[in-house]
């Protein structure tokens, strides 16, 4: 949802994380859309990118754009969950 933050915002501020050596403590959460089952329409402003694909199909590519590597992002999505989940 970009309501309160747009996604360039999200993906400058994790990309300073990233650079500033915090890449092993970074869990990236997108699940947001399930529990707001009245909510606003997905796509419709300001929640255009407001659907459960999009940290996929937007955020990543920013991401990689920025210089963050397919590694880093798997490190990010697998590796950091898996190891706070176990």
Request: charged content about 25%; overall charge neutral; some cysteine.
């Amino acid at each position: 949802m970009e309501g309160g933050m747009p996604d360039e915002v999200r993906v400058e501020c994790l990309k300073k994380l990233i650079d500033a050596g915090f890449l092993d403590k970074l869990i990236v959460s997108h699940a947001s859309v399930g529990y707001w089952g009245n909510g606003p329409k997905i796509g419709s402003s300001p929640y255009k990118n407001w659907k459960p694909t999009n940290f996929f199909e937007r955020v990543i590519p920013m991401l990689q754009y920025a210089g963050v590597t397919e590694a880093q992002v798997e490190t990010m999505l697998t590796d950091n969950p898996r190891r706070y989940f176990s």
